[in-house]
């Protein structure tokens, strides 16, 4: 399963306030990026994702409920985290807190 163009289109409409972005898809979900520095994931499943690699970013999303991508990978005795968060629900249909929670993943990330 792949992500739509629907899929694509929408994920760029929430996140249009950030400014000129760019996509591409990967393992079946999509990446995408601002200036060249990926911010979010959205999963083939329609699961997104923001890459969050601060303690203040981290906890800001943990008490928004986010929770943070495990992945059992083939082989490996234990999951791994990775280093993506759930986008809160409520970003989710609010397209100025998806891209505040945005701006943020991509200050830590100093972008």
């Known amino acids: 399963m792949s992500v739509s163009d629907a899929d694509v289109a929408a994920a760029l409409e929430l996140f249009e306030g950030l400014g000129p972005l760019t996509t591409r898809k990967m393992m079946g979900g999509l990446c995408l990026y601002r200036d060249g520095t990926i911010f979010a994931l959205l999963k083939s499943d329609g699961q997104m994702f923001l890459k969050a690699t601060t303690p203040a970013t981290i906890a800001r999303l943990e008490d928004m409920d986010a929770e943070q991508w495990i992945e059992a990978r083939k ?32 200050r830590d990330l100093g972008a």
């Open 75 to 106: 082989g490996a005795d234990t999951p791994s985290a990775m280093p993506y968060w759930t986008l809160p629900d409520e970003a989710l249909d609010d397209a100025d807190l998806a891209c505040d929670l945005a701006r943020a993943t991509l």
